[in-house]
């Protein structure tokens, strides 16, 4: 069983930055996909960001260049880096993991807020 644990959001000034960081506990392998998402009040959740096993980065369009997904596979992290953090970036991230053998399935952290307000 996998269980996937955030911290490091918060309350953020326009421009500012956060880091967010997620634990996996349980049996994470490489070859999982570990992403982000975010959920806005009134609103569908949505990607923000994912990353292999290899490295390999994918990024929605609204934070490239902002944002930075990193892992350590060694450790079972995964951190976002949020930079030049703008209002409507704020939100309810969540930590994903997914695996798609034998069977596809996600794993979902509880979540942690981030309020980016003045």
């Known amino acids: 069983q996998v269980q996937l644990v955030e911290s490091g959001g918060g309350l953020v000034q326009p421009g500012g930055s956060l880091r967010l960081s997620c634990a996996a506990s349980?049996?994470?392998?490489?070859?999982?996909?570990m992403g982000w998402y975010r959920q806005a009040p009134g609103k569908q959740r949505e990607l923000v960001a994912t990353i292999t096993g290899g490295g390999s980065t994918d990024y929605a369009e609204s934070v490239k260049g902002r944002f930075t997904i990193s892992r350590d596979n060694t450790k079972n992290t995964v951190t976002l880096q949020m930079n030049s953090l703008k209002p409507e970036d704020t939100a309810v991230y969540y930590c994903?993991?997914?695996?798609?053998?034998?069977?596809?399935?996600?794993?979902w952290g509880q979540g942690t807020q981030v309020t980016v307000s003045s």
């Open positions: 349980g049996s994470i392998y490489v070859s999982y996909v």
């Open positions: 994903n993991a997914f695996r798609q053998y034998p069977f596809p399935k996600d794993y």
